[in-house]
Each structure stands twice: as structure tokens, then as C-alpha cells.
């Protein structure tokens, strides 16, 4: 096991270098913001112990401790005081007696109610305010999730999966993109011990944008200096996330979880606590308490980042941020309602944001 996952890294990591100029280091940044208010509370960390709906997210292969009865989950969140809305709604069912698991998943990334100031001045010179229309900016993923158990490897479990996604993305009527990619991730348990691997974008994933303006709206933007584009494509690159998680008891009613994941990228140098040009990493950590396995809490802290000092007005000293997160959940027969409250890392003035999502295990009526 050792020897695959290391030629599997190494084979990884050399191919964003085959054709790094083609890809832009800042794609499809919607994908990174994470699913369900369980992991959101505990900083990302879930590639080693997600085994829920929200799998087909964060690690297809975790979709195999879904057992017996379809599992969903769906959650909202606002951002930047409700300018932007993130939705999630996921699910999955079980086959072939527990051996197999199928998934779906659905993300939405929108900024509604744009002002169009393109017909705001009139060709006279005098500004009409009655000409301001409104659009929308979204971005949607649908990812399609197939898990399957692996044959025994000196008697540990293999759980494996593999998301295909479909991207579109669309700014009123003016821009729109279609593109598609391929996920694939393990996990593996051993004793107390989880471990999970997840590839994104193996494939590389693609976006195509095409662009559509009237006659009347390329004069605007001409005479504004405004390039008009006509057509582009823009590529992401691979990303590896490695990750481990312990669970351990405390007295007879807690468990803790203690994880922890690493997001490593290959295509150059990024805001992120270990960066350099061959890879840099993003770390996660996060931990949970289940008590008698009705009531949760969590934590964690993700996001670390240089940023310039808030208290310097020569904008020359860095300090380093990070972004903590809170949260608890709750079980009710078959309704999980989980929570999170997290900022996004900003140092006086931090921005909140309240997240709520719902699990919900659709039992089987047992026969006669």
C-alpha cells in the first residue's frame, strides 16, 4: 500500500509540469469552499472520515459508509452579508446489498441582483437611472459518484471512488461556460486509524466560455476602453489532499475525532503556509465530540495566509491569518441538523458567516 500511494503522488505531481502554461493557477475557486456545516466547522478536514452523502464532495470512496438506507444532505450558507449565496444538496443510495454506493451532488455559488450600468447614460450625455437592469453571476457543479470496496490488503478495508462533474458557469447574458473533470479518492481503515487520499481534477478540468454582446453593447464597452472578449478556455490543475484521522474514547459516552489533510498543489507558488515552486500545501485541522452519539461539537482552523498588517499604515509588515470555525450538531431519530460559525480570516474587522445544513436518512420500510 505504502508503494502505490507513493508512486501515485510521485506520478501525480509531475503532470501539471507537462503543461503548466495552460492552466491558471485560480480556477473554479467555488469548488474549494467546502460542503455540509459539519466539515466546515472542522476546517476542511474530512478527505479520512467523511461517510455520509457529502462524500461525493470531499472524498467520492467515503460514500461506502453510507449502508442500508439512502442518506441526503443539504445545506445554505450567505457570504459577505449576504451579497453571495452558496447552496448544497447531495445524495446517496446504496446497491447491490451494501457493495456499491451511487451519488449526486449539486453546488451553487451566486451573486444575484447585479446592477447593468451599460445603458445608464443615454447618448445625449444625461444619465437615465431607469435603465439599470439587474443579473445574476452563478456557478454550478454537478458531480455524479461511484464508490465500491476494494478486496482486503492485509485485512484493511479499501473503500474507493470517482466523481465525474459537469461545471457551468454564467453572468447574465453576457458570459457562459461549460466544462467537465474527474475526481477519484481511497480511504482505509486500520484500528483506530483513517486514511484518505483524494485527486482532483486528475483529468485537468476545463472550462470553455463563449461571450455574447448586442451591437449596442459593444459600442458601450468601446468607447469605455473595455476589451471585448470573444472567446476563451481556461484549465485547472490538478490538486492532491492527503489526510489522517484518529478516533479514541473518553469514558464511556464521548468520542473525539482528531483529523487532520493537507491540500497540495503543483502549479507554483500560493498564499498558503508552506509554499514554494514545486508544491505548496494547505493544511486543515479539525476535531469532534460525540457524546452518546446524539449531540457534537466541533473545531478547527484552515486558511492560513500572510496577509499585510492591519496596523501598519506603510503596508510593509505581514502577519499571518488563519480562519477558526466552530460548530455542534444534533441527532433526531433520523435528521442530523449540523451548524457552523466561522469568519474568513480577516483581522479587525472579520466577516461571519452562519452556516446550517441537514442529513437526513431516508430508512427503509421493512417488509412483512
Known sequence: MARFLFLFVTAFSLLPNVTSAQFRKYSNEFLNIG????????????????????????????????????NGSIMHAD???????????????????????????????????????????????SINYNNIQTFSSADYAF??????????????????????????RKVGKFASAWGFGIDAGIQMKKGKWELGLMAKD???????WSFKFSDREKEVLYLTNNDIPVRST?????RLVLGGGYRFKVGS?????????FDLTFDGKRNTLISSRPVSIDPH??????????????AGITNFQRALSDADTLNQ?????????????FVIKNLVIDYAFTNLANQNNPLYSHVFSIKVNFVKRKED
Open 202 to 208: 486528475i483529468t485537468t478540468t476545463f472550462n470553455a
Open 79 to 125: 457570504y459577505f452579508a449576504g451579497i453571495a449565496k452558496y447552496d448544497f444538496v447531495s445524495v446517496a443510495v446504496p446497491v447491490q446489498e451494501n457493495k456499491r454506493t451511487l451519488g449526486f451532488s449539486l453546488l451553487r455559488f451566486a451573486v444575484d441582483d447585479i446592477p447593468n450600468t451599460l445603458y445608464l447614460v443615454e447618448p445625449d450625455g
Open 253 to 261: 459516552s464521548v468520542r473525539l475525532l482528531a483529523e487532520g489533510s
Open 35 to 70: 460542503a455540509g456545516a459539519r466539515a466546515l466547522a472542522m476546517g476542511g478536514a474530512q478527505v479520512a472520515s467523511v461517510q455520509d452523502a457529502t462524500a461525493g464532495y470531499w472524498n467520492p470512496a467515503g460514500l461506502m459508509g453510507v449502508q442500508d438506507n439512502i
Open 317 to 329: 509588515k505581514k502577519v499571518w491569518i488563519f480562519q477558526p470555525s466552530i460548530g455542534a450538531g
Open 143 to 168: 458531480l455524479f459518484s461511484f464508490a465500491q470496496n476494494l478486496p482486503l490488503l492485509n485485512n484493511q478495508l479499501i473503500h474507493a471512488g470517482v466523481n465525474a462533474k459537469i461545471i457551468h
Open 234 to 238: 481556461e484549465m485547472t490543475a490538478p
Open 285 to 298: 485541522v479539525g476535531m469532534e465530540a460525540a457524546i452518546k452519539d446524539v449531540f457534537f461539537v466541533r
